[in-house]
């Protein structure tokens, strides 16, 4: 007789919906992107997203030989779409097959215990920020709506339309001077999905409703930054001015909603995740103060990556029916 | 106010049967009585019995005869050993004992665990001979629990009964506190079973001696999460209630000892629900030890892709041929295939863990704090996005006992 052991249910969500609720969280954020920048937007991320799950498949098909599972990763069309968010409107339409394909490298690359090495679109943003700087940094006025086809823009247009990002100028010693309302609600210059922080706000709300989305990590992150920033201000700028610069600039939001709650590159555990948001957010302060200019977030991130799975190995929590052997011992 | 706890998870359906009263079933059905321990025979195979005939002796408890008909003797079903009876369908019945006549607060523990034992009343959420349980538990108790909650949302058994049998629930709570020399009783539910609740607070007269505790609905309810409610405590491994001063029973077995002792008839019923995995299905008063399998049959919950689930469909096992002694639900199953991928580490199983462990870090390692902290719950296989089979791989040894 052929037996099964318990438990005979099993809970209806699936991976899938775990990555459809987080390709939901990305919808607020995407429609704000295309009212600031226009459709070709939605190019940019229906390139990384198809790309991506493409990629994705050929990869695990024929690399890892796999055959059952081979076709149904929806989360890799939010990598592809997250990696675009990190790039400028400006960028070209081949960059989403070149974040798409490291993208795929990232998702299946594995060191311990099944944890990825790193976050796959922080380390896309990354390595094309480091390979392309120039294409990466071309940030254009916002309702500046370029082509939606072009493969790359002309480069003399685009001159007319390139302005300075917030991060740009911390890096000179200064604080964005419209305000925090324009970073806010997007209309400072920036990347895609980086830019829009309200937008990510409801992102979050999303994803913490649906229970996939861990708020210890995102507040203890932005927490961390902002008492730093007012405690160490610098730049021509009151201390205040300061802290909403640093905190709205860049990637922070992105990190906060995003990076901070894909569970595979940041420790499980709660305490884990604090300790990790905390490291996360004193690093990322010290690299605005002292090394500006370049979005030092991703690279931060990516370290803490690698290391989170022995943050996790020190943050393992101890079962409660083990009081009375500690006790004992 | 709602007790919450860490751990256990919510099950998607409700019962659908609560309203529905026990139906008594007669038929012809087979009954068998597990054979566990020193078991002594009174009778011989062949010979007849009546219901309440006195047919074997287990471990100092007297077996009764819960039907009418020819007692076959000691059968083998998978592996375990039954005393079986052939029914008759007849309804002659032997009496043994006199109604109690004592009033309660004459009684001592001796004379209400000797009656225990000799009206054969065993505990329904362990299966466990009452007597055995008082004996154990004589000092030190404080309070009484009386499990009321379910052990699947499916099942209706324990709030049917709150609302039918509410005077013996309550009569059977005051004997056990009664014999330990506790200072009060619980009756925890969930907080979802409104009717049960009222009809419990509606008739208790002394609020300072019996309380209605109403659970957070989450499964399943191990005694770590009863104890965890209620007394904001944790059971350390190998520690049991009754090492907290806490005796838990199930209510039937209050009461099936208020209705022995009451009647003076040993407890040859049961009380359970017999359902599908849509809810639907009957609450049904069955004889001790019946056949599971005719009881599915009738009531239409049988094909080819189903198996019968004992309690629950989270930490339950596989039915035996007989009705076990701690078996309050049976239910209808589906057969299902789940691929397997890799996890996501998405944590889900940590928050559902009641005491706290970490199951995905079974995954590619054997981790012995798992291991021997488990509880074998289930509920870490139940969440798990990915199909993984966590329980199995933390304790396979674990899962093979409980099939």
């Known amino acids: 007789m052929k037996k099964f052991a318990h438990p005979f249910i099993h809970s209806a969500e699936t991976r899938t919906d775990i990555a459809i609720d987080f390709m939901l969280a990305l919808i607020p954020v995407l429609i704000w992107s295309v009212y600031i920048f226009g459709a070709r937007v939605i190019t940019l991320c229906l390139l990384g997203g198809v790309f991506s799950i493409g990629f994705d498949y050929l990869f695990q098909h024929f690399a890892l030989k796999r055959t059952k599972d081979a076709s149904v990763d929806v989360m890799s069309i939010n990598y592809g779409i997250l990696a675009c968010f990190s790039m400028p409107v400006s960028a070209p339409l081949w960059l989403p097959l070149i974040s798409s394909a490291l993208v795929v490298f990232a998702k299946n690359l594995r060191v311990y215990r099944q944890k990825r090495l790193f976050n796959p679109y922080i380390f896309s943003a990354a390595v094309l920020n480091i390979a392309f700087p120039k294409l990466m940094t071309a940030f254009t006025k916002p309702f500046a709506y370029f082509s939606a086809f072009d493969i790359s823009i002309d480069s003399r247009l685009l001159n007319g339309y390139l302005v300075r990002s917030p991060l740009m100028y911390i890096a000179d010693g200064s604080v964005y001077e419209d305000g925090a309302v324009p970073q806010l609600f997007g209309y400072a210059s920036g990347a895609l999905g980086e830019i829009a922080i309200l937008a990510m706000c409801l992102s979050l709300c999303w994803l913490l409703y649906k229970k996939q989305a861990d708020l210890t990590a995102s507040a203890t992150f932005v927490f961390t930054l902002l008492i730093l920033s007012l405690m160490f201000p610098s730049a021509d700028a009151e201390s205040a001015y300061f802290a909403y610069s640093i905190v709205l600039s860049g990637a922070i939001g992105f990190i906060a909603v995003f990076a901070l709650n894909e569970s595979r590159t940041v420790p499980i555990t709660s305490l884990g995740r604090l300790a990790f948001a905390l490291v996360c957010g004193a690093l990322v302060f010290a690299s605005r103060k002292f090394f500006g200019g370049y979005e030092w977030g991703y690279l931060i991130i990516l370290l803490m990556n690698a290391i989170s799975p022995f943050i996790e190995e020190f943050t393992v929590q101890k079962p409660y029916n083990a009081i009375k052997n500690r006790k004992k011992e | 106010m709602v007790l919450k706890f860490s751990g256990g998870v919510s099950l998607p359906k409700q019962s659908n049967i609560i309203s529905s009263s026990f139906l008594k079933t007669v038929g012809n059905c087979r009954v068998g009585i597990e054979v566990k321990g020193k078991t002594s025979l009174a009778l011989r195979a062949g010979d007849r019995v009546s219901r309440g005939t006195h047919f074997a002796n287990m471990n100092g408890t007297p077996i009764f005869a819960p039907v009418a008909g020819v007692f076959e003797g000691v059968i083998d079903s998978n592996g375990k050993k039954y005393l079986a009876i052939k029914n008759s369908g007849e309804t002659d019945e032997v ?102 609740i009222s009809a419990l607070s509606e008739n208790i007269s002394d609020t300072s001696l019996l309380s209605v505790a109403r659970l957070d609905t989450k499964y399943p309810y191990t005694e770590v999460n009863i104890i965890r409610a209620l007394f904001v405590t944790d059971l350390a491994i190998g520690e049991k209630p009754t090492d907290k001063g806490v005796f838990i029973i199930g209510a039937e077995t209050a009461i099936a000892l208020y209705d022995a002792m009451l009647e003076g008839m040993p407890q040859m019923d049961r009380y359970i629900t017999v359902c599908g995995e849509d809810g639907k299905g009957f609450n049904l008063k069955v004889p001790k030890g019946v056949a599971i399998e005719p009881l599915i049959v009738s009531a239409k919950l049988k094909n080819e892709s189903t198996f019968s689930v004992i309690n629950s469909r989270i930490n339950g096992h596989i039915s035996e041929r007989f009705l076990s002694e701690n078996a309050r639900t049976v239910i209808s199953v589906e057969k299902k295939e789940r691929t397997v991928y890799e996890c996501i580490s998405c944590g889900k199983c940590v928050a559902v863990c009641p005491v706290g462990l970490s199951p995905y870090r079974v995954i590619g390692k054997r981790d012995t704090t798992l291991v021997n902290h488990c509880i074998a719950c289930g509920c870490c296989e139940f969440i798990c996005p990915s199909n993984i089979p966590l329980l199995k791989m933390i304790s396979p040894e674990n899962t093979e006992v409980q099939r």
């Open chain 2, 95 to 196: 009496r043994l004992f006199k109604p109690e006549e004592k009033p309660i607060s004459e009684m001592e523990l001796d004379y209400i665990t000797e009656r225990a034992r000799l009206l054969s009343v065993f505990d329904s959420r362990t299966g466990n001979p009452l007597w055995k349980m008082l004996t154990e538990a004589k000092d030190g108790i404080h309070t009484i629990v009386v499990d009321c909650t379910e052990t699947d949302p499916l099942s209706s058994t324990n709030a049917r009964l709150c609302i039918e049998k509410t005077k013996s629930l309550l009569g059977g709570a005051k004997l056990i506190i009664k014999a330990l020399n506790a200072s009060r009783g619980v009756f925890v539910t969930e907080h979802n079973k409104k009717e049960s």
